[in-house]
């Protein structure tokens, strides 16, 4: 499961991560945002721009100042999702 080099939080909902070997990222697939050691969110890859980077849609709300850095790993249990 590849892991974020950084990460952080771009609005309540949105995350940007940068992965960096170039892993094979996908829309639609899972990821788990923590927040903190007890804290943590789904979300799912929305956008992927230069190699490595992603952005996270959150499936609910962070309640944190925008630009705190977040931890994120990528779901490889689940395959990409369909855009709904």
Not at 29 to 50: D, N
Not at 57 to 81: C, K, W, Y
């Amino acid at each position: 499961h590849p892991f974020a080099n950084e990460a952080k939080l771009i609005s309540s909902a949105q995350v940007e991560a940068i992965f960096s070997e170039n892993p094979t990222l996908q829309k639609g697939q899972r990821a788990v945002v923590s927040i903190s050691a007890t804290e943590a969110k789904g979300g799912t890859i929305i956008e992927l721009s230069a190699p490595g980077r992603a952005l996270i849609q959150l499936d609910s709300e962070i309640f944190a100042p925008a630009g705190s850095r977040v931890h994120v790993n990528i779901d490889g249990t689940l395959g990409p999702q369909r855009s709904k």
